[in-house]
């Protein structure tokens, strides 16, 4: 129950914006350490990305060994490579990409084997509210 909490937390958050509404949390022993979204006006400023900065900074670390990732989209593969060598334990996320997604939809970043760490995935959760929220934020730019 916990999981769609976490994503219907991040679903709303990801909705409050006037960017792309892609989030991730970061949850360590059931709580929210990280939330961020994508930041557009920077390539790289997507929001695992973003949310792996903060999270790393507040815990005093250099990766996140024992957490879990929540993102509304499919991560592309830079942020999947950044979710790999961050150790993430497991990531959750809503929408697939059938374009760019790097976890399990186009390229299987999260389990390839000359990485030095596998990730769980478990895609799908919210996945329609997730893909509706993309859906209508692309609707509405293109009017």
């Known amino acids: 129950m916990y999981i769609y909490n976490v994503m219907k937390t991040l679903i709303e958050y990801a909705s409050n914006s006037d960017d792309i509404p892609v989030a991730a949390a970061i949850v360590k022993d059931g709580k929210i350490i990280s939330i961020k979204r994508n930041d557009s006006n920077k390539a790289i400023y997507h929001a695992e990305i973003l949310a792996i900065i903060d999270a790393t900074s507040k815990l005093s670390t250099k990766d996140l060994r024992g957490c879990e990732m929540f993102v509304t989209k499919e991560p592309c593969p830079m942020c999947m490579s950044a979710i790999v060598l961050s150790k993430v334990k497991r ?24 990485l030095n760490h ?16 993309l859906k209508r934020f692309f609707e509405e730019k293109r009017r």
């Open 91 to 114: 990531l959750y996320f809503g929408a697939r990409d059938f374009k760019m997604g790097a976890a399990e939809s186009c390229f299987n970043l999260s389990q390839h084997p000359f």
């Open 118 to 133: 596998k990730v769980e995935v478990i895609g799908g959760i919210c996945e329609d509210e997730c893909r509706l929220l």
